[in-house]
């Protein structure tokens, strides 16, 4: 099995990611949102690039059964249900329901490696779950953090450098990790033991705390709460 974690978010190559599975990270906060909404019995939920094709979208289903969720600038969209925090998903709110998620960069990370064998959301909530999962499949992985606008996400490569860690604890098979793989175990390594921490001193942790959102980032730091794994398939995410 060989590891590698794409450490900029740039579209990779269609032919490179169909061998493969993926891992989607945005931990603050789209894949934890997701894995939340998921555990909370959420049916569906339909990540969407922008907010006009959510409105859009959102018209195909009978009134009352689907919700309109996520942030522009971290912030609830207007005219939408629900924002981009994981505690606002609660089962009273989302289950049975389903939602059509836009956020800055999480939902657009999907779309970017549809191609792969499977396509997953992971966060520190369902990390265990996730590497078990990589592990079942046996392939090839690339995980594939969303970045923060083009750039590179520190608490994204943190949470990536632990599942990679928790895979090399599990596995009974040659692994061969590349550069961006060990430079990830290396990051999660020097935060293991406070990832708080990492988002604290990463661009869009600080961001969010500007904005109000600190209660955020310790949410978002609880690992392992559930064991759902959110599969992308289609265009839809279902939980497994
Ligand atoms: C994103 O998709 O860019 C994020 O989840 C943004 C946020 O939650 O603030």
């Known amino acids: 099995m060989q590891i590698d974690i794409q450490l900029l978010p740039v579209s990779p190559v269609p032919s490179l990611v169909s061998t493969k599975a993926i891992v989607v990270i945005d931990v603050l906060r789209a894949t934890s949102v997701i894995t939340h909404a998921v555990s909370r019995g959420i049916l569906e939920i339909i990540p ?15 009134h009352n059964t689907a919700l309109l969720g996520g942030e ?3 912030r609830k969209i207007e005219g939408f249900d629900l924002g981009n925090s994981p505690r606002e998903y609660i089962a009273e709110k989302v289950k049975g329901k389903r939602l059509i998620l836009t956020t800055t960069n999480g939902t657009k990370a999907f779309h970017s490696v549809s191609s792969g064998k499977e396509v997953m959301a992971g966060s520190f909530f369902n990390i265990a779950a996730i590497a078990r999962r990589c592990l079942d499949l046996g392939h090839d992985l690339l995980i594939f953090p969303s970045g923060d606008e083009g750039r590179f996400s520190l608490e994204d490569t943190v949470c990536g450098g632990m599942l990679i860690d928790r895979i090399l604890a599990e596995v009974r098979t040659p692994v061969v990790l590349r550069d961006a793989s060990q430079s990830a ?9 406070n990832l708080i921490e990492a988002f604290r001193l ?10 109000g959102f600190e209660e955020d980032l310790a949410y978002c730091a609880q690992v392992d709460i559930t064991d759902i794994v959110p599969i992308f398939r289609e265009g839809v995410i279902r939980g497994h």
């Open 48 to 62: 969407v690039a922008t907010v006009e094709e959510a409105f859009e979208m959102v018209k195909h289903f009978p």
């Open 72 to 74: 522009r600038g971290s």
């Open 185 to 193: 175990l290396i990051l999660y390594q020097r935060f293991k033991e």
């Open 202 to 211: 990463s661009t869009h942790g600080r961001d969010l705390m500007e904005r």
